[in-house]
T-cell receptor, first 111, second 115 residues
Framework: QKEVEQDPGPLSVPEGAIVSLNCTYSNSAFQYFMWYRQYSRKGPELLMYTYSSGNKEDGRFTAQVDKSSKYISLFIRDSQPSDSATYLCAMSLYNNNDMRFGAGTRLTVKP | GAGVSQSPSNKVTEKGKDVELRCDPISGHTALYWYRQSLGQGLEFLIYFQGNSAPDKSGLPSDRFSAERTGGSVSTLTIQRTQQEDSAVYLC?????????????FGDGTRLSIL
């Protein structure tokens, strides 16, 4: 079993839809949870960062962490074609060099 | 430049050759990381540099892989006697300091293809 599981998709939605992206993990010691967005032939860019359990909202993006279920989610409201990218979840214990990444979910938002 | 710069952006080489990949981190960032991204796989940690400390090499997959960071800035990842399974995107990231409250900023990677 991988330490971080993420459905690779692909996921295709119409413009304006609410998108839900998820990851599960096996190590209950993870404390820091991140979502990165990666456009084709580009490096990942940090979208959301949360510590421990709870919700965090930034514009159209909401990140949720449920440590009891070892499950994290990223919601995108009013999705736009420009949101089409691969979304990577990542998590770590204490320091950045402990980070573990999911395989990424490829999202396409159709106009 | 404003971001992490990696070169070359693409590299095609024959099996058995050595390759060098370069990373120029954001100015002032003391922490530097190398990752490997294979198709359908998550980012695989390779090596981590922090200031003048000894690097964390725990992610290097074999002794054919090595990396150095000169003067606390530019880093070079070297792969000797390349194999076809080394084909992947090699990503470099830097952060202001170690610790998970400092986000990593990634370059656009080097796409390595071994024929």
């Amino acid at each position: 079993q991988k330490e971080v599981e993420q459905d690779p998709g692909p996921l295709s939605v119409p413009e304006g839809a609410i998108v839900s992206l998820n990851c599960t993990y096996s190590n209950s010691a993870f404390q820091y949870f991140m979502w990165y967005r990666q456009y084709s032939r580009k490096g990942p860019e940090l979208l959301m960062y949360t510590y421990s359990s709870g919700n965090k909202e930034d514009g159209r993006f909401t990140a949720q962490v449920d440590k009891s279920s070892k499950y994290i989610s990223l919601f995108i409201r009013d999705s736009q074609p420009s949101d089409s990218a691969t979304y990577l979840c990542a998590m770590s214990l204490y320091n950045n060099n402990d980070m573990r990444f999911g395989a990424g979910t490829r999202l396409t938002v159709k106009p | 430049g404003a971001g992490v710069s990696q070169s070359p952006s693409n590299k095609v080489t024959e099996k058995g050759k050595d390759v060098e990949l370069r990373c120029d981190p954001i100015s002032g960032h003391t922490a530097l990381y190398w990752y490997r991204q294979s198709l359908g796989q998550g980012l695989e940690f390779l090596i981590y540099f922090q200031g003048n400390s000894a690097p964390d090499k725990s992610g290097l997959p074999s002794d054919r892989f090595s990396a150095e960071r000169t003067g606390g800035s530019v880093s070079t990842l070297t792969i000797q006697r390349t194999q076809q399974e080394d084909s992947a995107v090699y990503l470099c990231a830097s952060s202001l300091a170690p610790g998970s409250n400092q986000p990593q900023h990634f370059g656009d990677g080097t796409r390595l293809s071994i024929l």
